[in-house]
């Protein structure tokens, strides 16, 4: 690791001073040594650089240095166990610092060589101290450089050197991966399938930091771990309770498994979002009066899974849901795909499924839960790097030898370390103050975009030379004082609050910027880094609007400009904010944005703005408008909520449906002959993302909501193939016609 040391001087680094001069002294010294002196004499440059520079190992502290405290302060609120030397002559310093520091240092006393050999040092210790424990193994066991005789048969990257296309390939991504990309059979490493060695120290090292009992890593991907736990926590003919929000890979684990679902449907709003599941849905009677009338139950249900947070960034008080399902089921699986960051930041406590403790739900009914994570997609891992988490309760003990031979069923036997080693790293990144500093900082982040995107509102108006903004972003419109309870609108309230107070983002019963309905106080909170921008044309009570923008041509214009959201709906986009922020990148947002406008409103040829995009002859806005007109005509949101109010008839189980699938007894169909039939695949359309047919499922009757629904975004599909709709499971052909893959009859 390459390795900075801060010198926080009083003075600058060329002052004409004996002190000055030995600190250079002292700098030149740990250069010779491969560490890098820098130099700062403001408070405002040491804390940047604090802030900033996570090659620091050490710190050379002046105590006389403007504003010493703070800087001390904010290496403590960052780094965990940095060494900071300080130079002092004073004899009594405040009792935290003496925590803080490692130790002093008399520059005019000591020679510059001594002084730089022991920060060098403690730098070195520090460098090593830090390292999780698979990663130190790996980098120890790489630094002997052994010969290899076992696979993969690349031997450490050497075959690749053999051929002019491999040779392309070690030189783009270097020695050092293909070098750690080992067998299993290295003993050092230990094993990931049997969980021992510095794999099992690492696993036990997240379980430490994550919150779990036990952690397993999972290679290729969450949908893995999600598999796993469906796999395992459900016998076959059970029944599961599933969120029907779920992601595709718990249609799969309820294939693997034989479970027969029932689905708990979440809340939708005007703006085509889906919300949480009501706590109303969760409800022991109401399930019981639900599984009653349920056509292939058999059973009371064993295990339930709620994905959380959603997509759009609603998470659930999880012990809250808990406890609810806890009346009905003795395991519940929080599908956390998008909030491994939940437990390192306050505004989070008791909304994600680790958080679920004796101590949070103490007494019999606290179930066994599972949380499962894309480490890859909000931490810092390599794609498909996942983590199962589990912390049992006593009324559904997990027996982890059992547990693991289901986990093994879904692992290959030659897992990759490097992936493995991105695992170990991510925890280490969130264990300690680290953890809570990184998402601090995207949070700060996203309440500073979303703070900018109001306030350009109110300066366009003031400004009065073009017409109003008219992108918004969804979130509560105030915020209220918790000591006066005065109410302030969202773009003036602190900052800092914004940034820590969970009150300022839980969805308030009833209110109309969030548009659901059925929540109670507490129960469901907007994560502030999920920022979804909305375009005019929506409202999430009323719907769509006479007039608006369809969010598909703005995200067509901000890919022109380089910049691509996370997920486009009728009338909103997504954007996160995760820890690969860098500070101010939404500014290039908000300009595009501020582009996009001015086009509009000075009506630019299509042409002009999206070169080979729509009709040749329009311009922006009336593309706009056209656009937006035939969404509103085609009621699609209100189709939706039709879809969702009554779920279409089980048939099948999803394990029967796939039978006949690799039996050949399915077909693919267009629209007009879908009615009447069963569905041997899942469709989802984003948004809202919710699988509206699951295998097994039946289509209904022609002029059903579903079929009705599904009409009307092939002819739209059909209108404006530039925008086609985001939908998985309904396969286009040359003509832009949908079709189905369902059961011959
Ligand atoms: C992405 C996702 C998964 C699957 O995760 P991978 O790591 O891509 O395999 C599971 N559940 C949800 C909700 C997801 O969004």
């Known amino acids: ?22 600190v250079r002294r002292v700098g030149a010294a740990m250069g010779r040594l491969g560490v890098q002196l820098r130099w700062t004499y403001r408070v405002q440059d040491a804390l940047a650089v604090i802030g900033s520079d996570a090659s620091l190992a050490g710190m050379l502290a002046d105590w006389d240095a403007p504003g010493a405290e703070q800087s001390l302060d904010a290496v403590l609120r ?11 002559a004073e004899q009594e310093l405040p009792l935290w610092v003496y925590e803080v520091i490692q130790g002093f240092v008399f520059p005019l006393e000591d020679t510059p060589d001594f002084i730089a050999g022991r920060i060098v040092h403690a730098t070195e210790e520090y460098a090593d101290r830090i390292l999780p424990p698979f990663f130190r193994a790996l980098r120890d066991l790489q630094d002997h450089h052994q010969y290899s005789w076992h696979t993969p048969a690349h031997a450490g990257g050497v075959a690749f050197l053999k051929s002019p296309v491999g040779r392309a390939f070690f030189d ?31 696993e036990r090292n997240a379980a430490r930091v994550f919150g779990a009992e036990r952690t397993f890593f999972v ?56 919300g949480p599941i009501p706590p109303a849905a969760l409800d022991p009677a109401a399930l019981r009066a639900r599984l009653a009338d349920h056509p292939l139950a058999e059973t009371d249900p064993v295990y339930a899974v709620i994905t959380n947070s959603t997509y759009d960034g609603l998470c659930y008080d999880a012990v809250r849901v808990a406890e609810l399902l806890g009346e009905s089921v003795p395991r519940v699986h929080f599908d956390e795909a998008w909030f491994a960051y939940a437990r390192f930041h306050p505004l989070y406590a008791r909304r994600y499924g680790m958080a679920v403790t004796e101590e949070t739900l103490p007494g019999p009914r606290r179930p066994t839960v599972f949380a499962t994570q894309s480490t ?46 991105s695992l170990d790293v991510a925890a280490g990144m969130m264990d300690g103050p680290s953890g809570p500093y990184l998402v601090g900082e995207a949070v700060t982040e996203a309440v500073r975009f979303r703070q900018a995107m109001v306030r350009l509102a109110g300066r366009i108006r003031e400004d009065g030379r073009r017409p109003d903004w008219y992108f918004g972003v969804w979130q509560p419109p105030h915020v209220t004082e918790p000591g006066t309870g005065r109410t302030v609108p969202f773009a003036e309230a602190d900052p800092v609050r914004l940034a820590a107070d969970p009150a300022c983002w839980v969805l308030e019963p009833g209110a109309a910027w969030h548009g659901f309905q059925g929540l109670s106080d507490g129960y469901c909170l907007l994560d502030p880094v999920k920022v979804t921008i909305v375009c005019p044309g929506a409202d999430a009570v009323a719907g769509t609007l006479g007039w608006g923008i369809p969010a598909r041509i703005v995200a067509a214009y901000l890919r022109r400009r380089g910049i691509v959201v996370e997920k486009t709906g009728d009338h909103t986009l997504l954007v996160l904010f995760s820890m690969g922020i860098t500070k101010g990148k939404w500014g290039t947002l908000i ?11 000075d009506d630019l040829p299509l042409a002009e703005v999206l070169p080979g995009f ?26 939706v909520n039709e879809i969702f109010t009554d779920l279409p008839e089980q048939v099948r189980t999803p394990a029967d449906s796939y039978q006949a699938l690799i039996r050949s007894r399915t077909e693919r169909v267009p629209l007009d002959r879908l009615a009447g039939s069963v569905s041997a695949a899942i469709v989802v359309v984003t948004p809202p993302g919710i699988p509206m047919l699951m295998p097994g499922e039946a289509a209904g009757p022609a002029d059903g909501p579903l079929i009705t629904y599904l009409r009307a975004l092939e002819e739209f599909d059909r209108c404006f193939p530039d925008l086609a709709t985001d939908i998985h499971g309904a396969h286009r052909d040359g003509d832009g016609r949908y079709h189905v893959e369902v059961e011959v009859r």
Do not use: W
């Open 1 to 22: 690791m390459e390795r900075t040391v801060l010198a926080a001087i009083a003075e600058r680094p060329d002052a004409d001073t004996a002190l000055a001069e030995q």
């Open 78 to 88: 960052r780094f965990r166990g940095l060494p900071v030397f300080l130079m002092t």
């Open 172 to 202: 783009f991504y270097g020695e050092r991966l293909l070098r750690t990309d080992l067998s299993i059979s290295v003993p050092e490493l230990g094993s990931p399938l049997e969980h021992t060695g510095p794999v099992g120290e690492a």
């Open 219 to 274: 290679m290729n991907g969450n949908a893995t771990a999600n598999r796993v736990v469906g796999h395992h926590a459900v016998a076959r003919d059970e029944t599961a309770l599933v969120d029907r929000n779920c992601h595709k890979s718990l249609q799969h684990a309820l294939t693997i498994s034989g479970a027969r679902p029932l689905y708990l449907v979440p809340e939708r709003n005007g703006l085509g979002l889906a």
């Open 376 to 421: 890859h997609k909000l931490l810092a891992a390599l794609s498909q790097s996942a983590m199962l988490h589990v912390r049992p309760a006593e009324r559904a003990p997990v027996d982890y030898e059992r547990l693991n031979a289901t986990y093994l069923m879904h692992c290959s036997t030659s897992p990759l370390y490097p992936m493995i080693a």
């Open 591 to 601: 300009d595009a944005l501020t582009d996009f406008k001015r086009a509009y409103d």
């Open 614 to 639: 729509g009709p040749p002859a329009a311009t922006l806005r009336r593309f706009c408008t056209e656009v937006h007109e035939r969404l509103r005509a085609l009621g699609l949101g209100e189709l």
